[in-house]
């Protein structure tokens, strides 16, 4: 699987699971408190996790681009130097 299509994975859970923890705290008058705390701590704990594992790949592709980038300038900053001392 490609790094930018787990992105938009991690995304996704990210996003679920911030619906679910919000709609947890939302049901504090129809569940017991136990059962709250537990969704919203439960749901809140895999939001930090989802959020984290995309932000690490975001990363990554961020680094990938910027050393593609940066040889790419060697490169061609080597060519030109050697274009005017030719």
């Given at each position: 699987?490609?790094?930018q299509s787990k992105v938009y994975?991690?995304?996704f859970f990210t996003?679920?699971?911030?619906l679910l923890t919000v709609v947890?705290?939302?049901s504090i008058g129809t569940n017991p408190l136990y059962t709250v705390f537990v969704n919203v701590m439960l749901f809140g704990v895999l939001t930090s996790i989802c959020y984290n594992k995309e932000n690490q790949l975001r990363r990554i592709i961020r680094n990938r681009r910027?050393?593609?980038k940066v040889q790419l300038?060697?490169?061609r900053g080597a060519g030109r130097k050697?274009?005017?001392v030719a």
């Open positions: 699987m490609k790094i994975l991690y995304n996003v679920v699971f911030a947890s705290i939302s910027r050393s593609k300038s060697v490169y050697t274009a005017c």
